[in-house]
């Protein structure tokens, strides 16, 4: 054939349609993807919100590969970047990193790379973007379009805020005419306006999408003894699966990993004082093996996209229903059932209320941290759906009850706790504000008590005036109380309990109280609806597990994650469809034509073993 017109066929571009089939072996676009899409190959700017899981990577991925030019990727985390950029090299994209993990001689074949146009998308970190030589090689290169991910790190008052993103406008100067989006999991108003005014982006097109996760079950419950609680939710609905298990603490952490250790399950610490060498071999460990849980403190997941993380568990109050959203979201990212599940207690509030209080934050920084605290709190007592208020904090509307979460599944009984609420804060400013829950409580109860009798207040009204209910149930109200503002917890080391402005309406008689009734046990578990383990029928279970076995024998050779090779719900239908013929394979969702050729004829003959011996 003229060599002339063979380049002419593999130099006319794809449409996105024949990329996304082709390379990425899916069907059809998700969400507003293919809108996305559109508009940035035709050369516009877009801010994009989506929620994790909704598939924000394909929206540069896949204009990177239509429009002419290395698309430049700007992502803040390493590790997210090298997995990125291994899932697309295994599907025959050519992308590449720059970043500190690379010796010198790398970094020189990437850049001739680049300057040869051999390659399609580069990840780099903020920071090593904003270097005048990475600019520079910059300026000699074609730019499909600048890609933004994790935006709201450019937010101050976020939580992941990173200085050197404040400095990515300077992108808009440096190379104009080349589409930018930006990228974010973030969905709240303000954090949008200050992405669109710090990165420039005001002609930029907004693309919202539902921040609903239907795959994801919200539970939170009381605190009482909480790693037995955890336990059994884990053995009840997750035996064997991957999850993340979140504290405050580094002690916690390791205390909580060891005794699941202890507890026959696979656990491993992570948090920032573990050294580089224990987070990295943990963290990979996390991401190579399965079932493994990583217990870990919130220096660990951002940029984390294992996508068959079946549960995230916090063992304490995140300060922030956006951190919350954040980190419950690295659940079930491959749309698989998965479960956000929070044991919560008094001492949560008490203790993040005392994080803001002794914070070296200006006061308008601690009001706004205060308002994200009672938001969260608020989202622990509520009786209606969770998910309802999860998505109307960050707002958008959903219509019904969910159907999908305790509260739906088990409705919560809430009553008229006013004249309780009268007699516990009564109580409270009889003793003098002095004491902590237990003692209130033990005074409420009429307990017989030496220091109770020491102090005299066996002889106030409100001794023993409280026995309709027990200590347990007491301590549910306080909790409530505190949570909904009307009673304090002093922070002076004692607890001691103190009212607020608040609640003279409520001993007034002028506002009615009402609380939800905790549930005297453990909630029974959710019937998890499919999970992919339990999704397999029973004939095909031997299939399902040679699959996974080649699938780990591919992944260790490369010393790549499993799922970047393929994801469950790939295997799941192979297991499920057995297809006979390349054609068959290509079929199924997320065999593109590389994976095809790589492994194909491997598991193309495990199936056909197993339909020989008819298993
Ligand atoms: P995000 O970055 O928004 O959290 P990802 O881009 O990692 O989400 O996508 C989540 C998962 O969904 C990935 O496993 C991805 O391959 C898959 N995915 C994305 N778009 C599609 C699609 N159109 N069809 C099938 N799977 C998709
Ligand atoms: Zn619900």
């Not at 559109?38 to 924000?56: N, R, S």
């Not at 305790?406 to 009889?430: F, H, N």
């Not at 017989?448 to 027990?470: C, M, V, Y």
Request: proline share 4%; aromatic share 8%.
């Amino acid at each position: 054939m003229d060599p002339l017109i063979e380049m002419d066929l593999s130099a006319r571009k794809r449409t996105p349609e024949e990329v996304l089939q082709a390379v990425f072996g899916y069907s059809a676009f998700r969400g507003r993807q293919a809108e996305i899409i559109d508009w940035v190959v035709d050369g516009g700017d877009a801010l994009v919100l989506m929620p994790t899981g909704g598939g924000k990577s394909l929206c540069y991925q896949i204009p990177a590969l239509v429009r002419s030019g290395t698309a430049l990727v700007i992502s803040p985390l390493i590790a997210l970047m090298q997995d990125q950029v291994e899932a697309l090299r295994q599907s025959g994209v050519a992308a590449a990193y720059l970043n500190s993990t690379l010796h010198w001689g790398q970094v020189q074949n990437i850049e001739n790379a680049l300057r040869e146009g051999l390659i399609d998308l580069l990840y780099v970190a903020p920071e090593r973007v904003l270097t005048e030589r990475t600019l520079a090689l910059l300026d000699e290169l074609p730019l499909a379009l600048i890609a933004i991910d994790e935006a709201h790190c450019v937010s101050q008052w976020g939580h992941d805020f990173r200085p050197e993103y404040m400095q990515l406008a300077a992108l808009a100067e440096r190379f104009p005419g080349v589409p930018r989006l930006a990228l974010t999991a973030t969905a709240d108003e303000p954090t949008q306006r200050e992405i669109v005014s710090r990165l420039e982006l005001a002609d930029a097109k907004l693309f919202a999408s539902s921040f609903d996760r239907p795959n994801i079950f919200y539970r939170v419950i009381p605190k009482a003894s909480p790693r037995e609680q955890l336990l059994r939710f884990i053995r009840a609905e997750h035996e064997g699966d991957a999850g993340i298990v979140y504290c405050l603490s580094r002690r916690k952490v390791e205390e909580t990993a060891e005794w699941l250790e202890r507890q026959g399950l696979s656990a491993l610490p992570y948090h920032a004082g573990l050294n580089n060498q224990a987070r990295a071999h943990n963290q990979e460990r996390f991401l190579r093996e399965e079932g493994i849980i990583m217990v870990a403190t919130i220096a660990f997941g951002m940029g984390i996209d294992k996508s068959n993380v079946r549960f995230v568990a916090h063992l304490d109050l995140p300060k922030s229903l956006e951190a919350y959203y954040q980190e419950t979201g690295r659940a079930g990212r491959d749309g698989l059932p998965a479960s956000a599940w929070m044991a919560y207690g008094l001492q949560d509030v008490v203790t993040l209320r005392r994080m803001v209080d002794e914070s070296e934050a200006d006061t308008a920084r601690k009001r706004v941290e205060y308002r994200k605290l009672e938001a969260m709190l608020g989202y622990c007592e509520i009786t209606t759906c969770r998910r309802q208020s999860l998505l109307a904090y960050f707002g958008e509307a959903l219509g019904q009850p969910c159907g999908h979460c305790d509260t739906c599944v088990e409705p919560v009984a809430s009553w008229d706790g006013t004249q309780v609420a009268q007699k516990l804060l009564s109580c409270i400013c009889r003793t003098g504000q002095r004491f902590g829950v237990a003692y209130v409580v033990d005074v409420l109860l009429g307990k017989d008590d030496e220091r109770i009798r020491r102090n005299r207040h066996d002889r106030l009204s409100t001794f023993g005036i409280g026995t309709e209910l027990d200590g347990k149930a007491w301590r549910g109200v306080v909790r409530q109380l505190v949570a909904s503002g009307y009673i304090s917890v002093d922070v002076d080391g004692y607890g001691s309990l103190r009212l607020t402005e608040r609640c003279r309406a409520v001993l007034r008689g002028d506002e009615t109280v009402t609380l939800r009734r905790d549930p005297a046990r453990m909630p029974r578990a959710a019937k998890p609806r499919q999970r992919p383990s339990k999704d397999i029928a029973p004939h095909n279970e031997a299939l399902w597990a040679a699959l996974r076995e080649c699938r780990r024998y591919f992944a260790s050779e490369q010393g790549v994650a499993p799922y970047v090779i393929f994801h469950d719900t790939t295997l799941a239908q192979m297991a499920a469809l057995r297809p006979d013929s390349h054609d068959a394979l290509s079929r199924i969702s997320g065999v593109g034509e590389k994976k095809l050729e790589r492994y194909g004829d491997a598991f193309l003959a495990l199936i056909r073993e197993h339909e020989q011996g008819g298993g």
